[in-house]
């Protein structure tokens, strides 16, 4: 039979606090590097592919987006498996800031410090994997792009895009089948490449990535704040048809894209307690 168990002084409860904060500011810390590094690897998939395609295959603007197009798709979910159970490969700003206000009053998913992390990682993630591109295909480093995609309809097409990402996400997430994501996520992008006029940017941080190559991915940096905009309004719509049609949305937020494994969130203090973070602590 044990004794009881040894109060903790407050001297104790200092220090295990103190050690939840630093282990959660590594835990932090991998994971920003896992959206910096999966983000900048799938924007040098989509500019590396299109500088090849236009290489392979030039005057052909349907194989060159063909062959755009099918490479993202099978980079997009190859990054998704690695990177998933370290942060849960969001590589996108209208995700990450999705499943913070999707998960605010469940108290799951990002917080408000993760989510500007996120963020931040994600655009430079984005604007280095456009750099590393230009670089492998002997290129100026950072050349934007003359590509001019201002025009209604191309808004519209992110508006539907971005939309359309959204709702697989957290409808595999909400139904308990997240891990389909990296081979549906990326089926969806490959197909939104063809049925959407825009070829489907759906992201704010690669869009602007997308604008330091002239080549076959890039777009003009005056096109990028319209894109963005539009991008936006996908959201908007995408969380409120989210929360009309799954009114519980919220409660899976913690498992999007994909879940991430416990190894990247949690710790053991010096007592030998788990110190877990708290999902949506700001």
Do not use: C
Not at 78 to 87: A, D, W
């Amino acid at each position: 039979m044990t004794g009881p168990r040894p109060e903790i002084t407050s001297d104790q409860q200092v220090a295990r606090h103190t050690a939840a904060t630093e282990l959660t500011t590594v835990a932090l810390r991998r994971r920003l590097l896992a959206e910096f590094t999966g983000t900048a690897l799938l924007v040098t998939a989509v500019v590396g592919s299109g500088i090849m395609a236009a290489t392979l295959s030039p005057g052909d603007v349907g194989l060159q987006l063909l062959e755009n197009s099918i490479a993202t798709a099978f980079a997009l979910g190859v990054l998704i498996l690695i990177f998933g159970p370290v942060s849960g490969a969001h590589f996108n700003p209208v995700v990450s800031a999705a499943d913070w206000f999707l998960g605010r009053r469940a108290g799951t998913g990002l917080g408000g410090r993760e989510l500007a992390g996120y963020t931040a990682a994600q655009v430079l993630g984005a604007i280095a994997g456009s750099v590393l591109a230009n670089l492998m295909f002997d290129l100026a480093a950072v050349d934007f792009s003359t590509k001019d995609r201002a025009a209604g309809n191309l808004w519209l097409g992110e508006i539907v895009a971005t939309t359309g990402l959204l709702l697989l996400i957290f409808a595999l997430a909400r139904s308990g089948r997240a891990p389909v994501a990296p081979a549906a996520v990326g089926a969806y992008i490959g197909a939104a490449y063809w049925f959407t006029s825009s070829t489907s940017f759906a992201n704010p941080a690669v869009t602007i990535g997308r604008a330091f190559t002239d080549t076959f991915a890039g777009i003009a940096p005056a096109s990028v704040p319209g894109f963005v905009l539009a991008q936006l309004v996908g959201l908007a719509i995408g969380t409120a048809l989210l929360a009309a049609l799954y009114p519980d949305a919220g409660d899976a937020a913690g498992q999007v894209v994909v879940p991430v494994d416990a190894e990247a969130t949690t710790a053991t203090g010096p007592d030998t307690t788990p110190l877990t973070r708290t999902e949506g602590s700001s």
